[in-house]
Protein backbone atom coordinates (compact mmCIF):
# COMPACT_ATOMS: atom_id res chain seq x y z
CA UNK A 1 0.00 0.00 0.00
CA UNK A 2 1.43 3.77 -1.09
CA UNK A 3 2.29 5.92 1.96
CA UNK A 4 4.14 9.08 3.05
CA UNK A 5 7.48 8.68 3.88
CA UNK A 6 9.69 11.36 6.27
CA UNK A 7 13.28 11.98 7.02
CA UNK A 8 14.69 12.16 9.42
CA UNK A 9 12.58 10.64 12.16
CA UNK A 10 14.50 12.74 14.77
CA UNK A 11 16.19 16.06 14.02
CA UNK A 12 18.14 17.32 16.97
CA UNK A 13 19.45 21.34 16.22
CA UNK A 14 20.88 23.91 17.91
CA UNK A 15 18.65 27.21 17.64
CA UNK A 16 19.48 29.91 15.04
CA UNK A 17 20.51 27.07 12.92
CA UNK A 18 18.79 25.82 9.34
CA UNK A 19 16.63 22.92 9.24
CA UNK A 20 15.21 21.10 6.86
CA UNK A 21 12.85 17.89 6.78
CA UNK A 22 11.63 15.90 4.03
CA UNK A 23 9.04 14.04 2.98
CA UNK A 24 7.91 11.24 -0.19
CA UNK A 25 4.26 12.08 -0.73
CA UNK A 26 2.41 8.97 -1.89
CA UNK A 27 3.14 9.31 -6.19
CA UNK A 28 0.10 10.53 -7.77
CA UNK A 29 -0.78 12.66 -5.37
CA UNK A 30 -1.37 16.21 -5.87
CA UNK A 31 -1.64 18.74 -2.78
CA UNK A 32 0.93 18.37 -0.42
CA UNK A 33 0.61 19.47 3.17
CA UNK A 34 2.67 20.14 6.50
CA UNK A 35 1.13 19.63 10.12
CA UNK A 36 3.08 20.36 13.23
CA UNK A 37 2.10 18.49 17.07
CA UNK A 38 3.78 19.84 19.66
CA UNK A 39 4.17 17.79 23.04
CA UNK A 40 0.58 17.38 24.22
CA UNK A 41 -1.29 19.82 22.44
CA UNK A 42 -3.24 19.05 19.13
CA UNK A 43 -2.38 19.07 15.45
CA UNK A 44 -2.10 22.65 14.05
CA UNK A 45 -2.07 23.31 10.21
CA UNK A 46 0.70 25.03 8.70
CA UNK A 47 0.77 25.33 4.79
CA UNK A 48 -0.82 23.24 1.83
CA UNK A 49 0.95 23.40 -1.38
CA UNK A 50 -0.33 22.98 -4.81
CA UNK A 51 1.11 23.17 -8.51
CA UNK A 52 4.12 24.54 -7.13
CA UNK A 53 2.79 26.88 -5.51
CA UNK A 54 1.56 27.41 -1.64
CA UNK A 55 -2.43 27.18 -1.57
CA UNK A 56 -2.88 28.24 1.91
CA UNK A 57 -1.06 28.76 4.89
CA UNK A 58 -1.67 29.51 8.76
CA UNK A 59 -0.56 32.62 11.03
CA UNK A 60 1.93 30.09 12.23
CA UNK A 61 3.39 29.98 8.92
CA UNK A 62 5.52 32.82 9.15
CA UNK A 63 8.96 34.33 6.74
CA UNK A 64 10.80 31.31 9.02
CA UNK A 65 9.31 28.74 6.94
CA UNK A 66 9.37 27.74 3.22
CA UNK A 67 8.38 24.76 1.49
CA UNK A 68 9.52 23.40 -2.04
CA UNK A 69 9.33 20.85 -3.96
CA UNK A 70 13.01 20.30 -5.09
CA UNK A 71 12.06 17.61 -7.97
CA UNK A 72 9.00 15.00 -8.89
CA UNK A 73 8.95 12.85 -5.91
CA UNK A 74 10.39 14.91 -2.67
CA UNK A 75 8.52 17.94 -0.80
CA UNK A 76 10.33 19.90 1.91
CA UNK A 77 9.78 22.08 4.89
CA UNK A 78 12.50 24.54 5.97
CA UNK A 79 12.59 26.55 8.80
CA UNK A 80 15.35 29.24 8.55
CA UNK A 81 16.77 30.10 11.77
CA UNK A 82 14.80 27.42 14.68
CA UNK A 83 14.19 28.91 18.01
CA UNK A 84 13.01 26.70 20.87
CA UNK A 85 9.03 26.68 20.20
CA UNK A 86 9.25 24.92 16.84
CA UNK A 87 10.18 22.03 18.84
CA UNK A 88 7.43 19.66 17.75
CA UNK A 89 6.48 16.64 15.51
CA UNK A 90 6.45 17.93 12.11
CA UNK A 91 3.99 15.76 10.42
CA UNK A 92 3.63 15.77 6.18
CA UNK A 93 0.55 14.73 4.27
CA UNK A 94 -0.75 13.97 0.79
CA UNK A 95 -4.00 13.86 -0.97
CA UNK A 96 -5.25 13.12 -4.34
CA UNK A 97 -7.11 16.59 -4.80
CA UNK A 98 -7.55 19.30 -1.83
CA UNK A 99 -10.49 21.41 -1.03
CA UNK A 100 -11.88 19.40 2.36
CA UNK A 101 -13.49 15.95 0.62
CA UNK A 102 -10.22 13.90 -0.14
CA UNK A 103 -8.49 11.84 2.45
CA UNK A 104 -4.87 13.26 3.27
CA UNK A 105 -2.31 10.56 4.49
CA UNK A 106 -0.60 11.42 6.97
CA UNK A 107 3.37 10.18 7.34
CA UNK A 108 5.24 9.08 10.41
CA UNK A 109 6.43 12.59 11.04
CA UNK A 110 10.14 13.97 11.73
CA UNK A 111 10.40 14.78 15.72
CA UNK A 112 12.55 18.18 15.84
CA UNK A 113 14.31 19.52 18.80
CA UNK A 114 15.65 22.73 18.87
CA UNK A 115 17.97 23.18 22.40
CA UNK B 1 -15.38 30.73 13.63
CA UNK B 2 -15.53 26.89 12.36
CA UNK B 3 -14.04 24.62 15.26
CA UNK B 4 -13.93 21.04 16.51
CA UNK B 5 -14.30 20.07 20.37
CA UNK B 6 -13.20 16.60 21.39
CA UNK B 7 -15.53 16.06 24.99
CA UNK B 8 -13.00 14.20 27.39
CA UNK B 9 -8.90 14.03 27.17
CA UNK B 10 -9.38 10.41 28.56
CA UNK B 11 -11.28 8.19 28.21
CA UNK B 12 -10.97 4.55 29.99
CA UNK B 13 -12.95 1.63 28.95
CA UNK B 14 -12.61 -2.17 30.04
CA UNK B 15 -12.39 -4.72 27.06
CA UNK B 16 -15.44 -5.97 25.57
CA UNK B 17 -17.21 -2.71 26.78
CA UNK B 18 -18.53 0.21 24.54
CA UNK B 19 -16.67 3.00 23.26
CA UNK B 20 -17.84 6.13 22.73
CA UNK B 21 -16.02 9.51 22.13
CA UNK B 22 -17.45 12.81 21.44
CA UNK B 23 -16.57 15.39 19.00
CA UNK B 24 -18.96 18.79 18.27
CA UNK B 25 -17.99 20.86 15.66
CA UNK B 26 -19.26 24.83 15.08
CA UNK B 27 -19.66 25.73 11.47
CA UNK B 28 -21.46 28.01 9.25
CA UNK B 29 -21.48 25.62 6.20
CA UNK B 30 -21.59 21.93 5.69
CA UNK B 31 -18.49 20.31 7.10
CA UNK B 32 -16.20 17.37 6.22
CA UNK B 33 -15.48 15.07 9.43
CA UNK B 34 -12.99 12.73 9.87
CA UNK B 35 -11.71 10.49 12.65
CA UNK B 36 -7.72 9.97 12.82
CA UNK B 37 -6.15 7.60 15.43
CA UNK B 38 -2.45 7.96 16.53
CA UNK B 39 -0.54 4.53 17.55
CA UNK B 40 2.18 5.71 19.61
CA UNK B 41 5.17 7.12 18.22
CA UNK B 42 3.44 6.89 15.14
CA UNK B 43 1.60 9.17 12.49
CA UNK B 44 -2.21 9.88 11.97
CA UNK B 45 -4.08 6.57 10.41
CA UNK B 46 -7.55 7.98 9.14
CA UNK B 47 -10.34 5.67 10.54
CA UNK B 48 -13.75 7.09 8.69
CA UNK B 49 -14.64 10.19 7.05
CA UNK B 50 -17.92 11.80 6.42
CA UNK B 51 -18.65 13.83 3.24
CA UNK B 52 -22.30 13.86 2.75
CA UNK B 53 -23.19 10.58 1.39
CA UNK B 54 -24.26 8.59 4.17
CA UNK B 55 -25.16 10.04 7.94
CA UNK B 56 -23.61 6.65 9.63
CA UNK B 57 -20.21 5.99 8.79
CA UNK B 58 -18.21 2.99 8.96
CA UNK B 59 -14.96 2.49 9.18
CA UNK B 60 -11.55 0.33 10.02
CA UNK B 61 -11.06 -1.35 12.83
CA UNK B 62 -14.98 -2.20 14.24
CA UNK B 63 -15.40 1.58 14.70
CA UNK B 64 -18.58 3.95 13.12
CA UNK B 65 -19.66 7.37 13.56
CA UNK B 66 -22.81 9.40 13.13
CA UNK B 67 -23.18 12.56 11.71
CA UNK B 68 -26.17 14.37 13.43
CA UNK B 69 -26.47 17.79 11.88
CA UNK B 70 -28.75 18.88 14.32
CA UNK B 71 -26.45 18.07 17.43
CA UNK B 72 -23.20 19.22 15.13
CA UNK B 73 -22.00 16.08 16.43
CA UNK B 74 -19.86 13.31 14.93
CA UNK B 75 -19.15 10.97 17.66
CA UNK B 76 -16.86 7.65 17.52
CA UNK B 77 -18.36 4.26 19.00
CA UNK B 78 -17.21 0.91 19.00
CA UNK B 79 -19.65 -1.68 20.41
CA UNK B 80 -16.99 -4.22 21.58
CA UNK B 81 -13.31 -2.66 22.74
CA UNK B 82 -9.97 -4.49 22.39
CA UNK B 83 -6.34 -3.79 24.08
CA UNK B 84 -5.08 -2.76 20.62
CA UNK B 85 -7.52 0.26 20.30
CA UNK B 86 -5.59 1.93 23.12
CA UNK B 87 -4.47 5.22 21.49
CA UNK B 88 -5.12 8.65 20.72
CA UNK B 89 -8.17 9.78 19.02
CA UNK B 90 -8.26 12.81 16.73
CA UNK B 91 -11.65 14.49 15.48
CA UNK B 92 -10.95 16.80 12.53
CA UNK B 93 -12.94 18.98 10.22
CA UNK B 94 -12.29 20.45 6.94
CA UNK B 95 -14.40 23.61 5.66
CA UNK B 96 -13.99 23.14 1.85
CA UNK B 97 -10.57 24.74 2.41
CA UNK B 98 -7.21 22.53 2.14
CA UNK B 99 -6.58 22.37 5.78
CA UNK B 100 -7.42 20.04 8.24
CA UNK B 101 -8.68 21.80 11.59
CA UNK B 102 -7.88 18.63 14.66
CA UNK B 103 -9.61 18.73 18.27
CA UNK B 104 -7.50 18.36 20.84
CA UNK B 105 -7.71 14.80 21.32
CA UNK B 106 -9.19 11.85 23.29
CA UNK B 107 -6.78 9.05 24.89
CA UNK B 108 -8.25 5.44 25.19
CA UNK B 109 -7.30 3.20 27.68
CA UNK B 110 -8.39 -0.38 27.54
CA UNK B 111 -8.26 -2.09 30.83
CA UNK B 112 -8.20 -5.78 30.62
Known amino acids: EPEVTQTPSHQVTQMGQEVILRCVPI?????FYWYRQILGQKVEFLVS????????KSEIFDDQFSVERPDGSNFTLKIRSTKLEDSAMYFC?????????????FGPGTRLTVT | AQSVTQLGSHVSVSEGALVLLRCNYS??????LFWYVQYPNQGLQLLLK??????LVKGINGFEAEFKKSETSFHLTKPSAHMSDAAEYFC??????????FGTGTRLQVFP
Open chain 1, 93 to 105: ASSELGQGNYEQY
Open chain 1, 27 to 31: SNHLY
Open chain 1, 49 to 56: FYNNEISE
Open chain 2, 27 to 32: SSVPPY
Open chain 2, 50 to 55: YTSAAT
Open chain 2, 92 to 101: AVSFNTDKLI
